[in-house]
C-alpha cells in the first residue's frame, strides 16, 4: 500500500554555494513576458529526497543563468528518450550509456542530472565525449560532498545552445563545485530558469497524486522554443518523482507518456541533437515497488505521468519561437492510435495550416488537405471536421459527413481564432482510437529569432 511520508528538508543555508553575485538571480515572475506569467508556478510541491538549483557560471557570455543541478538524497531508477538525430550530442551518446549499464546490472545508480545552457556540446567530436564525461565526474563530485561520502557513477549530463562549440570546462567545473541547491520551490525555479535558451519564460511543473491510498509527487522541467518536432523526444527534460517502480514498468511508462506528450509536439518540424527526456524515481514515497504491469498502481502511475508530461509539453509549444496560439489537433475514429497520430501529426506539422492560423484565416480547406495526403486510407464520407474555442463556448462546424457546411459563418471563425488557445478536432469514423498533436502558429518573428540565433 502506499503512504505518506515526512519531506527531508535540504535547506538551501545548508550548503555552501557561489558568492552572492552568482548565486542570487530573480525569480521573480516579472521579469518575463506579460503574456506568459500565468504559466509560471509562484509554488509547488516537489517529490521527497529531490533538492534543485541553477546558477550563472560563465557559459553564456550575456551573464545570464546557464547551469542546473537536480540531486537526490538516494540512488534512483533512471530511464530515459533520445533524439534519433545522427549527430546525436555527446551528453546523449553518455547518457544512454549509463543508463543501458544501470539497466543491465539492475542497479539504481543515478543521484543528479547537470545541465548547462549555451553550448550544446554537439557535432564536437571526442574532445565532446571527454568534456560530458568530466561534467559527469563533477555531479559525482558534488553528490559525494552532500553525502559526506564518495560516490561515483551516478550523474545524467544534459547541454543545450549553439551547436559546434567545445564546454567551457573549468567554468563548468567551478560552477558545479559551488552550486547550491535546495528543495524549495525558489531552487527549483532557479534551476528551471538556468535551462532557457531562446525560451521566454522558465517551464517548471510540479503535482501530487494519488496512486493506490497514498500520495506520490512529481516535478518537472524542461526547456525548447526551437527545434521542436517529434521523433523519440523532442527537447531537454526531466522529470523527478519519488514513486518506487522497477526498471521496466518504469521504461514502459515513460514510452507510453513521451508517444502521448514530447513526441506529440511540434513547433518548425526540426529535430534537435541533443533531445533528451529523462525520468528518475527515487523511491522516498515510502511505498511498495511498482512491478506488476497489470495492477491498477501502475495503471494510476502510468496515466499520470503521461498527463502530466503532456502539460510540460504544452509549455514548449506556448513558447514556440515567435508563436501566439496554441493548438490542439484532436483525431477520433481511427482504426489504431498510430493512424490517428500519423493524421494528427500531418495537419499540426503543415506550415500552410500554421500560417493560416497565425493569420487567423479560417481556410479550412488547408485542414482537409493535410488529412488527405496523411497517408491513411479514409473513407472521406465520414469524414467530420470542427474548431472548438479555449473559451468552452460552441465549436464552429465545417465538414460533416464529408460535406463542407457552408456558407461559413465567417464571423464566428473569427472569434475563435483571436483566442489564444484552439482546438481542431477530426474525425474519421473508422474505429475507437484518438490521438492529439500540439502545435503553435508560424510567424514573421520566428523567421527573425532564427535569423540571428548566434548574435
Not at 531508477?77 to 546523449?92: D, G, H, K, L, Y
Not at 550544446?120 to 553525502?147: F, H, I, P, R, Y
Not at 525520468?279 to 499520470?304: C, K, L, P, W
Amino acid at each position: 500500500m502506499l503512504s505518506s511520508a515526512r519531506p527531508v528538508q535540504r535547506s538551501m543555508q545548508g550548503f555552501r554555494g557561489l558568492g552572492r553575485r552568482l548565486a542570487f538571480f530573480s525569480t521573480d515572475a516579472k521579469q518575463f513576458p506579460v503574456n506568459k506569467q500565468k504559466f509560471i508556478p509562484q509554488t509547488g510541491t516537489y517529490p521527497l529526497g529531490f533538492s534543485a538549483g541553477g546558477s550563472h557560471c560563465g557559459v553564456k557570455k550575456n551573464g545570464k543563468p546557464d547551469l542546473a543541478v537536480l540531486f537526490s538524497d538516494r540512488p534512483t531508477t533512471a530511464s530515459a528518450v533520445f533524439t534519433t538525430n545522427q549527430f546525436c550530442a555527446a551528453p546523449v551518446q553518455f547518457d544512454r550509456q549509463v543508463i543501458n549499464d544501470a539497466r543491465q546490472a539492475n542497479k539504481k545508480t543515478v543521484r543528479a542530472v547537470i545541465v548547462n545552457s549555451g553550448c550544446a556540446n554537439a557535432v564536437t567530436g571526442k574532445q565532446g565525449l571527454l568534456d560530458a564525461q568530466e561534467m559527469a565526474k563533477t555531479g559525482d563530485q558534488l553528490v559525494s560532498k552532500l553525502d559526506g561520502k564518495t560516490y561515483t557513477g551516478g550523474t545524467l549530463v544534459m547541454s543545450t545552445g549553439v551547436i559546434g562549440q567545445a564546454l567551457p570546462m573549468n567554468k563548468i567545473s567551478q560552477g558545479v563545485a559551488n552550486i547550491q541547491v535546495g528543495s524549495e520551490h525558489d531552487m527549483w525555479m532557479r534551476a528551471a530558469i538556468a535551462h532557457m535558451t531562446t525560451d521566454t519564460f522558465p517551464k517548471l511543473l510540479s503535482r501530487e497524486v494519488t496512486i493506490g491510498q497514498g500520495k506520490v509527487r512529481m516535478a518537472g522541467i524542461t526547456k525548447g522554443a526551437g527545434m521542436i518536432h517529434p521523433n523519440m523526444a523532442t527537447l531537454l527534460g526531466t522529470v523527478c518523482t519519488d514513486a518506487a517502480i522497477s526498471q521496466k514498468l518504469l521504461d514502459d511508462a515513460l514510452a507510453f507518456a513521451v508517444a502521448r506528450s514530447f513526441n506529440a509536439i511540434s513547433i518548425d518540424g526540426d529535430m534537435s541533437t541533443n533531445d533528451t527526456i529523462a525520468v528518475i524515481a527515487n523511491g522516498a514515497a515510502s511505498h511498495h515497488v511498482i512491478e506488476d504491469g497489470q495492477s491498477n498502481e501502475y495503471m494510476a502511475f502510468r496515466e499520470a505521468l503521461t498527463s502530466f508530461m503532456a502539460e510540460l509539453a504544452g509549455l514548449v509549444v506556448r513558447d514556440g519561437e515567435g508563436a501566439t496560439k496554441f493548438i490542439t489537433v484532436e483525431v477520433a475514429g481511427a482504426k489504431s492510435f498510430a493512424d490517428a497520430k500519423k493524421v494528427a501529426s500531418t495537419i499540426a506539422t503543415s506550415s500552410l495550416v500554421k500560417t493560416a492560423f497565425y493569420g487567423q484565416d479560417a481556410n479550412w480547406g488547408r485542414i482537409l488537405c493535410a488529412v488527405g495526403y496523411s497517408g491513411i486510407p479514409l473513407d472521406t464520407n465520414k469524414v467530420n471536421m470542427a474548431m472548438h474555442p479555449g473559451d468552452g463556448s460552441s465549436p464552429l462546424v465545417l465538414v460533416k459527413g464529408g460535406e463542407p457546411q457552408l456558407p461559413v459563418d465567417e464571423d464566428r471563425a473569427s472569434e475563435i481564432l483571436k483566442q489564444e488557445d484552439v482546438l481542431v478536432r477530426v474525425e474519421l469514423g473508422l474505429g475507437p482510437e484518438s490521438a492529439r498533436m500540439y502545435t503553435c502558429d508560424l510567424s514573421h518573428d520566428y523567421v527573425s529569432i532564427n535569423a540571428d540565433y548566434r548574435s
